[in-house]
């Protein structure tokens, strides 16, 4: 059985029901939503800089709220929604609890302590049917909500609300799992002799050809896709080949020493820009000395191999952001 949960039919009502005892099994770890914390600490750095000066934010299926209140630093205001009402109560008591919002933030935000922002509320919603008002919003984050949608036809239903409520010349930040994402990466993991990467029973990934149509019916054009290949290339590929037979750990020192990489090697062009052999030697493994310094040797094994066949990593994520604009409506 999956850290996932137990596998079983794919339903509106099933999904809401793993998420609400997810809330309540976690108990105040923060990582309720996304297992890898330095992919989520990673996303967050883009989606500031992207929301950036924003007047007012709707970040819907926003789980424990711990995202939305470092959207908050960098924005007007914004509303976290959530359809299931025990991750509300756990975003909720970041507001009401100062020992609570201290605590965590000193365990898991990235810089530390984080100021307590007053521009945020936390309520019920879905992003099925959204309670605001037509073009309420310059910007919208959806943090893998569409693939907890049971269908197609739900996802659509989903793009056409975001739209609604977003105002001309506003922008959409969606990450999300595709199918070929998926799919790249677990043909790199085998490659280099992984299991493939596992498919999660409550997601319905997204297939990118069809999403893009989608969008587009919607008058949303697409300005950018992220896909964060170079994070999930170490932390995904080299990581488990490094500490094998034993399975990676998300907290890791190791994928800390990623993060910071990535923060200034996004991409699998920026990594190919300076050269293998420079990237995984004198940008990666220094941090990897501070971080996690253990697994320095059989890093220099693993990575050597690398090097020699150099893969191009080129989409090897299945995490993957769109960032979406708004057409002026004529």
């Not at 693939?147 to 609300?161: D, G, I, K, M, P």
């Not at 930040?173 to 994402?181: M, Y």
């Not at 300005?223 to 990676?248: C, I, M, N, S």
């Not at 990237?279 to 971080?291: G, I, K, Q």
Request: net charge negative.
């Amino acid at each position: 059985m999956s850290r996932q949960g137990e596998r079983r039919a794919r339903t509106p009502e099933n999904v809401k029901d793993f998420w609400n005892s997810e809330a309540r099994d976690w108990g105040e770890d923060p990582r309720v939503t996304i297992r890898d914390h330095h992919q989520r600490l990673l996303g967050i750095g883009v989606t500031q800089s992207l929301l950036d000066g924003r007047k007012r934010v709707l970040d819907i299926g926003c789980g424990s709220g711990f995202s939305t209140l470092h959207y908050a630093q960098v924005v007007g205001e914004v509303f976290g929604e959530d359809f299931a009402e025990a991750m509300v109560a756990r975003a909720n008591r970041f507001l009401n609890d100062d020992a609570y919002f201290d605590r965590i933030m000193q365990d898991y935000a990235p810089n530390g302590a984080t100021p307590r922002p007053t521009n945020v509320k936390f309520r019920e919603g879905t992003i099925l049917e959204l309670d605001h008002p037509d073009a309420t919003f310059d910007a919208v984050v959806t943090e893998r909500v569409l693939v907890n949608l049971a269908t197609r036809e739900l996802q659509e239903q989903a793009v056409a609300e975001v739209a609604r409520v977003l105002a001309p010349g506003g922008v959409w930040i969606l990450p999300e799992v595709s199918e070929q994402a998926h799919d790249r990466i677990s043909g790199f993991r085998t490659k280099f002799g992984l299991s493939p990467m596992e498919r999660y029973w409550h997601n319905l990934y997204l297939d990118e050809p069809e999403f893009g149509n989608v969008l587009e019916r919607r008058d949303l054009r697409v300005r950018q896709v992220t896909r964060f290949e170079t994070y999930q290339f170490l932390t995904k590929v080299v990581h488990p080949l490094v500490v094998a037979p034993d399975e990676p750990k998300f907290l890791a020192g190791f994928n800390q020493a990623a993060r910071r990489a990535s923060e200034s090697y996004l991409s699998h062009a920026a990594v190919e820009a300076i050269g293998y052999d420079a990237f995984f030697n004198d940008v990666f493994r220094p941090l990897l000395t501070e971080h996690d310094p253990d697994k320095v040797p059989a890093f220099d094994k693993v990575i050597s191999g690398v090097i020699h066949d150099e893969p191009s990593f080129a989409g090897c994520s299945h995490q993957l952001m769109y960032v979406a604009d708004a057409r002026e409506r004529g």
